[in-house]
């Protein structure tokens, strides 16, 4: 049997560039120290541990020098709270508390660049390193950054699910799959059979949990494919009137939305529907598929479901902690219902044509 190939070190890196292992140290663990390091000696030593493969041992080093007792929250897009119904604000909230309750200090990183991206590996070097591990939080990541994390044994949690391709990430999600084929179920149950699904183009994880689970609740109630139409919305294109108007006549009594990050897909079905003249619930139906921040003018109580977002922040920072006491890092994954809120924008499809009240 072939003998297993040693890990490379920092001092293996030092006689490589011929300089000193502090040097190495400084630049690698990217504090605010490593400034004092000329900076083509810094790209060298960074290019250099990358030609040889070295990765920081999170575990290594939390049994030499014993935790920081520092749990990171990092945001791959701007997700500070402006005011309490900011979207983010409750994720942030759940995951400060639980922090505290089990004795941590909490450290907010952004690592925003000059062009206003967000980056982990910001310069080359893993600033999230001054932590313990970190909850992570945001829409846009970058993959390879996750690489990163990943080959360094980091230990990290995403708040939402999230993939990497040949990879095992631990996450804290909504059962948007669950809740999805749930407020179908309750559609059918209402007498609909003519469903229109209006889904996001950005082919994001929670877009295609929620189709799926949309999927599911047709199959268990044996509604075909031509009984649905499929409307994919982008940043600049909702719905219309018009084509509110053209699902009516072609016989269509409800239509489920998957909202963005705010209520702009919400705001334009409302919208067509009164220049169309079309009534919500009276002539259609309406399901949002979760519970975004109204912020546009919108009395109405929607039939939805909610995200326990302050729980999910919690959850997370408890799986964190339960990856820094396992060696393996083993992934955990975890699920939360959502909670279906009955609302005022669902009612029995139309008897007769859509004035025929």
Same mark, same amino acid.
């Given at each position: ?26 630049? =690698? ?158 559609? =059918? ?33 044996? =509604? ?55 009534? =919500? ?77």
């Amino acid at each position: 049997m072939a003998a297993q190939r040693r890990r490379p070190t920092q001092v293996d890196i030092a006689r490589r560039l011929g300089v000193s292992q502090a040097t190495v140290s400084l630049v =690698i663990s990217g504090g605010a120290a490593s400034d004092q390091v000329a900076e083509d000696t810094r790209q060298a030593v960074l290019r250099t541990a990358a030609e040889l493969g070295y990765a920081v041992n999170a575990a290594a080093r939390n049994l030499k020098g014993g935790r920081n007792r520092m749990l990171g929250v990092y945001t791959f897009e701007p997700v500070f709270p402006v005011d309490q119904r900011d979207f983010y604000f409750p994720f942030l909230l759940g995951v400060e508390e639980a922090t505290a309750e089990y004795g941590y200090d909490l450290l907010l990183f952004s690592s925003a660049t000059s062009g206003g991206d967000r980056r982990i590996y910001a310069g080359g070097v893993n600033r999230l390193k001054v932590a313990d591990g970190c909850v992570l939080l945001g829409r846009r990541l970058h993959h390879d950054d996750m690489a990163g994390l990943l080959r360094e044994d980091f230990p990290f949690v995403f708040i939402g699910r999230r993939e990497v391709p040949g990879e095992e990430l631990s996450y804290v999600a909504a059962d948007y799959v669950g809740a999805t084929r749930d407020a179908v179920r309750s559609l =059918i149950r209402r007498g609909h059979r003519r469903l229109a699904y209006l889904k996001l183009a950005d082919d994001k994880e929670w877009t295609r949990d929620r189709e799926a689970g949309f999927r599911q609740g047709l199959v268990e109630a044996g =509604i075909s494919d031509d009984q649905v139409l499929v409307h994919t919305m982008d940043e600049t294109a909702y719905v219309s009137g018009l084509q509110l108007s053209e699902w009516l006549a072609a016989g269509i009594t409800a239509v489920v939305i998957e909202p963005s990050a705010d209520d702009r897909a919400i705001v334009a079905v409302e919208r067509g529907a009164a220049e169309a003249g079309v009534g =919500i619930p009276h002539d259609i139906s309406v399901v949002v598929l979760g519970d975004p921040p109204l912020v546009e003018a919108t009395r109405r109580d929607w039939t939805r479901f909610s995200i326990r977002r302050e729980e999910m922040g919690r959850e997370a920072v408890r799986l964190l902690l339960e990856l820094l006491d396992d060696d393996t890092r083993s992934a955990r994954q975890l699920y939360l219902d959502c909670t279906q809120i009955p609302g005022d924008s669902v009612a029995e499809p139309p008897t007769g044509g859509r004035h025929d009240r």
